[in-house]
């Protein structure tokens, strides 16, 4: 068994989870500490762009107690900082790669935890690729963390389940505001989600309680056909005047462009500067033009990933979870690889938490299957609900101070 | 004492706590039942449009249990549906005041409640002084209730804590996914308010627990100017990287027109009309072309008056409280006269309701007084904050089903 200290660092894009995951990383290395096996676990500031200018934090000293741990797991964003930093090859980049194992060995780290998205990953596997060809003892692990859902191996990603309850409960509560008045209006939300419609097909989430959810959602694994659209709007209006639609960011024409580039013609900005103006309003000039009724349009914007005042209870201890676990998983001799989370074959639903190589999973994108997808294409099935709806369950309590929860703020 | 029915409707945009004052009415009601006063309590559906149809329900029998009175203090919206029409004057219409009267007359109504903002209070003030003139004796009350606390003769209006609340802690949030990395960045965050800018400078109590909220704050009391907007945030990078931002929608420039209009040039859609793309938007355009660095705009839309499951705790008691002192007020002879809520001279916060004519409420505007403003325009002071914190405190604890927060749906 390596002994050594730890390193761990959060990357990519915030969510309202990825602090949790830290907090499990934390907890897991202090374990690994009373066995005498991990003395010291640092944190990098900004991903691994601080940690190459040893830009660190003794995580040991300061995660001193339970409540501080607790309150950094109901904290959004990245509490140490991140970055956006794409690795090269150590082919094309031999300096970098030869700095990090200096910083290694001067620190004597022996566990590298990675928490973050697709690009995360990337640097997990070649990191973990230079140290064993480079004879330096590491075992380097990847945490997952996404919004999007869409890494591969894993059921889900942490992050998801709390941002689809977010989404859920706004598209619930815009439906009771919008609800209010007799006349005709279409409400467009667009959702977070470029590549895969994740997070918007939540939106259906808001409708299992008492049946009424959105009218619509669009979503970027199907083209969106402007007929179609305006056809099932007028549908929808003969069952009631307040239409709801939920549409992806990332929804393209069928000769592939983004619906967000507008219809032919060109948004232009003060400055004469073609604007790319989202899905949402551009569909709600179409909805103005084709259909001439009340319409309004929605970004739900940054609240989607950081919103940690709403978490799902069964996401933020999953998350905990599995950065727990990938300790555990380093110690037993893991290395190069991403911990996953597994859906039990159970009645009730549970999750186990293992690992799977790095290297299939770095570079691929998983799409919600057309299993999920309605044939229409604007809506989705019972089956995706069924995969969905266990991710939102349980409220989290934050800590409130003066009306506001409580952040851990480095 | 006026013995005979109660009427009560929701009118105008929808709040998180329009509801809870419904409640307190049914509850009022209820109370006055019990000592032989108001028999039956109605529900008008939306607003006074649907009770011209007499499209009534009787909330005596529907609410006939604590529960559901709970369920719906925590909904949003207007449970009975809204209208947006605003009476004409008797002289005007006489017929709809014939009318209203022989309705009054067929369900013995001797009381009616009317929850809304500028132009409900305007209906209760003509309704008030018609029935006196035509002797149908009649308790008209109004409830006020708007997320832009822009009403006079009340301390603050029921719905402007939640609203508030979700504003404080939303930005919160955001200013922990923005602080992330360590390149320069502006977040614009676009609040509602047009005329009033109570609910943007409620985002300054983000920082009133840890020092750290936005860094600058602009409302439609002050002129918008842009050459001190850019060397605000100028000097804000001085201090960090991430620059966040609150703006009212309804800022405008020295020579009157709204900034959300844009600086000279004008933004034409996709079918070629000139199109208003909001206030953040445009500054979102302006730092892109000034400054050149990363930016982002937020507009907050349509969750800053719904989400319900973040409401203030404060709010939602003292408008319950409220819509009970509106039935009490009404037993007790009451007429024309528009509810309060009145801080009370004590070093702990703590209210009373009273009541006050309505005729010099219904159409002025309270705007944010010179003392809550700061000297540049781009802040609020410590008496704003001081007259806003005690408005966001206690959360409410709605009741969760499958993860999502159970409403009231008639």
């Given at each position: 068994?390596l002994i050594g200290n730890?390193?761990?660092?959060?990357?990519?894009?915030?969510?309202?989870?990825?602090?949790?995951?830290?907090?499990?990383?934390?907890?897991?290395?202090?374990?690994?500490?009373?066995?005498?096996?991990i003395?010291?676990?640092?944190?990098?500031?900004?991903?691994?762009?601080?940690?190459?200018?040893?830009?660190?934090?003794?995580?040991?000293?300061?995660?001193?107690?339970?409540?501080?741990?607790?309150?950094?797991?109901?904290?959004?964003?990245?509490?140490?900082?991140?970055?956006?930093?794409?690795?090269?090859?150590?082919?094309?980049?031999?300096?970098?790669?030869?700095?990090?194992?200096?910083?290694?060995?001067?620190?004597d780290i022996r566990y590298?935890?990675?928490?973050?998205?697709?690009?995360?990953?990337?640097?997990?596997?070649?990191?973990?690729?230079?140290?064993?060809?480079?004879?330096?003892?590491?075992?380097?692990?990847?945490?997952?963390?996404?919004?999007?859902?869409?890494?591969?191996?894993?059921?889900?990603?942490?992050?998801?389940?709390?941002?689809?309850?977010?989404?859920?409960?706004?598209?619930?509560?815009?439906?009771?505001?919008?609800?209010?008045?007799?006349?005709?209006?279409?409400?467009?939300?667009?959702?977070?989600?470029?590549?895969?419609?994740?997070?918007?097909?939540?939106?259906?989430?808001?409708?299992?309680?008492?049946?009424?959810?959105?009218?619509?959602?669009?979503?970027?694994?199907?083209?969106?056909?402007?007929?179609?659209?305006?056809?099932?709007?007028?549908?929808?209006?003969?069952?009631?005047?307040?239409?709801?639609?939920?549409?992806?960011?990332?929804?393209?024409?069928?000769?592939?462009?983004?619906?967000?580039?507008?219809?032919?013609?060109?948004?232009?900005?003060?400055?004469?500067?073609?604007?790319?103006?989202?899905?949402?309003?551009?569909?709600?000039?179409?909805?103005?033009?084709?259909?001439?009724?009340?319409?309004?349009?929605?970004?739900?914007?940054?609240?989607?990933?950081?919103?940690?005042?709403?978490?799902?209870?069964?996401?933020?201890?999953?998350?905990?979870?599995?950065?727990?676990?990938?300790?555990?998983?380093?110690?037993?001799?893991?290395?190069?690889?991403?911990?996953?989370?597994?859906?039990?074959?159970?009645?009730?639903?549970?999750?186990?938490?293992?690992?799977?190589?790095?290297?299939?999973?770095?570079?691929?994108?998983?799409?919600?299957?057309?299993?999920?997808?309605?044939?229409?294409?604007?809506?989705?099935?019972?089956?995706?609900?069924?995969?969905?709806?266990?991710?939102?369950?349980?409220?989290?309590?934050?800590?409130?101070?003066?009306?506001?929860?409580?952040?851990?703020?480095?």
């Amino acid at each position: 068994m390596l002994i050594g200290n730890a390193i761990v660092g959060q990357s990519g894009g915030p969510t309202a989870a990825i602090n949790a995951t830290l907090a499990g990383v934390i907890r897991g290395a202090k374990d690994a500490e009373k066995k005498g096996i991990i003395p010291t676990i640092y944190g990098m500031r900004n991903g691994i762009e601080g940690f190459l200018a040893e830009n660190m934090v003794n995580l040991s000293q300061i995660f001193d107690s339970e409540g501080k741990l607790k309150t950094l797991e109901a904290t959004p964003a990245a509490a140490l900082g991140s970055c956006r930093k794409k690795m090269k090859s150590p082919e094309d980049d031999p300096k970098t790669y030869a700095r990090l194992v200096e910083i290694f060995k001067k620190y004597d780290i022996r566990y590298f935890f990675y928490i973050g998205g697709n690009d995360s990953m990337d640097t997990v596997s070649k990191l973990a690729k230079y140290a064993k060809e480079h004879d330096y003892e590491m075992c380097v692990v990847g945490v997952p963390k996404t919004i999007d859902n869409d890494l591969t191996a894993t059921d889900h990603t942490p992050g998801f389940g709390s941002a689809a309850k977010y989404v859920a409960i706004t598209m619930k509560e815009i439906l009771r505001d919008v609800s209010v008045y007799t006349m005709k209006a279409v409400t467009i939300v667009e959702i977070m989600g470029r590549d895969a419609g994740w997070l918007t097909a939540s939106a259906a989430l808001a409708g299992i309680s008492d049946g009424k959810g959105p009218d619509l959602i669009y979503l970027p694994e199907r083209k969106f056909d402007v007929n179609e659209f305006i056809a099932s709007i007028n549908s929808a209006f003969e069952k009631h005047p307040a239409v709801l639609v939920a549409v992806s960011e990332g929804i393209k024409f069928a000769d592939g462009r983004y619906v967000g580039e507008g219809l032919g013609g060109r948004k232009i900005d003060a400055f004469g500067h073609v604007a790319l103006s989202g899905a949402g309003k551009v569909l709600e000039g179409l909805v103005k033009e084709e259909i001439g009724c009340k319409v309004r349009s929605i970004e739900l914007n940054l609240p989607q990933r950081c919103a940690s005042h709403i978490a799902s209870a069964t996401d933020i201890a999953e998350s905990v979870g599995v950065g727990f676990a990938a300790v555990r998983a380093a110690v037993q001799g893991k290395t190069g690889v991403m911990m996953t989370i597994d859906r039990l074959e159970c009645e009730e639903y549970s999750v186990g938490f293992s690992s799977a190589d790095i290297s299939a999973i770095a570079n691929a994108v998983k799409r919600v299957p057309d299993e999920y997808i309605n044939e229409e294409g604007n809506g989705v099935t019972d089956a995706c609900i069924n995969y969905l709806a266990p991710l939102i369950v349980g409220e989290i309590t934050p800590e409130y101070e003066n009306g506001l929860p409580k952040h851990f703020v480095l």
